[in-house]
């Protein structure tokens, strides 16, 4: 619960702060609302956005600098350095076309609204499952783990761009990590609803087929055992209901969350790290390895491992939702 809790107001302090967007959380319904922002707030903010944004004049610099080898015909440093540049030119640019899909996203009503409403969905799904008096597990502790070393190396990797000077991508990770840590605590709350069920469900098909067999150590809530074969029946299909609730709230879910085509272009940029990294590994002669390993960890551990982090995290909580769905059903076959 408390993990779940620090993503999520993490997640919308962060949210708040950019200034974009008109949802807020009113603490008095418990509720997302559409609630428009103060227009001089609104106007300091978009300035000081088009002061980053043009910082870097829209990234013609990186371009001319990868287009450079190609008009010059001399054999200089530069020229060895093409495909490091072009790298550089080419994750700017991705950067740029994932910052206005995000940010246009976050701006759009349509997109809130929509939003808004299948946040209070979830809202109402957990205040249904807390009345169901189920524990509530934490499924699944080596995603928690993947998650933390995930989060440090995003914030390795949002400390090694502001060095180096690169705040489009910086702005880019902040507007990914918004997205991102939202449906990475929806789908921890989702596993443990799911486990809740499963666990529960192995109770009661102990309880219908084995009524002499078993002790109080096969319960994982002590609860359980005050309830006739009559209220398991009732309770099971309650828990039908909701699950039929979140299995359709899920697939609305999925279908607006729009970071699939991000966090794979993100790839593009820890490509770009990794070259860096086996370029100095294997061909810089100039640092000894402590060097080596310093360099790597100053400017190239978090862009290398944080965008693979990210994707084998939403996989693996994906495939482990798959499974539980197959053993919940697996168990109703059972009932």
Not at 137 to 156: A, D, M, R, S
Not at 188 to 201: C, H, M, Q
Not at 227 to 234: E, G, K, M
């Amino acid at each position: 619960r408390w993990f779940l809790l620090c993503i999520c107001w993490s997640t919308y302090i962060l949210y708040r702060s950019v200034v974009v967007g008109q949802m807020k959380y009113e603490r008095n319904s418990r509720m997302m609302v559409i609630r428009p922002r103060n227009i001089w707030m609104i106007r300091i903010a978009l300035f000081l956005k088009i002061l980053i944004f043009l910082y870097h004049y829209l990234g013609v610099n990186y371009i001319l600098a990868a287009v450079y080898p190609f008009i010059n015909n001399q054999t200089n440093a530069k020229q060895k350095r093409f495909l490091e540049i072009f790298l550089e030119a080419v994750s700017i640019y991705i950067a740029i076309w994932n910052i206005c899909r995000l940010y246009t996203w976050l701006r759009s009503p349509s997109w809130n609204r929509s939003f808004v409403l299948l946040v209070n969905r979830v809202f109402h799904l957990a205040s249904l499952v807390e009345g169901t008096s189920l524990p509530h597990p934490l499924e699944g502790f080596v995603l928690l783990l993947i998650y933390v070393v995930q989060f440090k190396l995003t914030l390795i990797q949002f400390i090694n761009y502001i060095r180096g000077g690169t705040e489009l991508l910086v702005i880019n990770i902040i507007l990914l990590d918004i997205f991102y840590n939202a449906y990475i605590a929806y789908l921890f709350l989702v596993l443990s609803w799911i486990a809740s069920f499963n666990g529960f469900l192995e109770v009661s098909n102990e309880r219908i087929y084995k009524p002499f067999v078993f002790t109080t150590a096969d319960f994982q809530n002590h609860r359980m055992m005050g309830l006739s074969i009559l209220q398991q029946r009732q309770k099971i299909l309650q828990l039908l209901d909701l699950y039929s609730r979140i299995n359709n709230g899920h697939q609305d879910i999925v279908a607006l969350w729009p970071l699939a085509s991000v966090l794979i272009s993100s790839v593009v940029t820890m490509v770009g790290h990794w070259a860096a990294i086996i370029y100095i590994a294997l061909f810089n002669h100039d640092l000894d390895t402590a060097g080596k390993w310093n360099w790597v960890g100053k400017w190239h551990l978090g862009g290398g491992l944080a965008p693979l982090l990210r994707i084998l995290l939403i996989g693996l909580c994906n495939d482990r939702l798959a499974q539980l769905d197959r053993y919940l059903s697996l168990q109703l076959l059972f009932i």
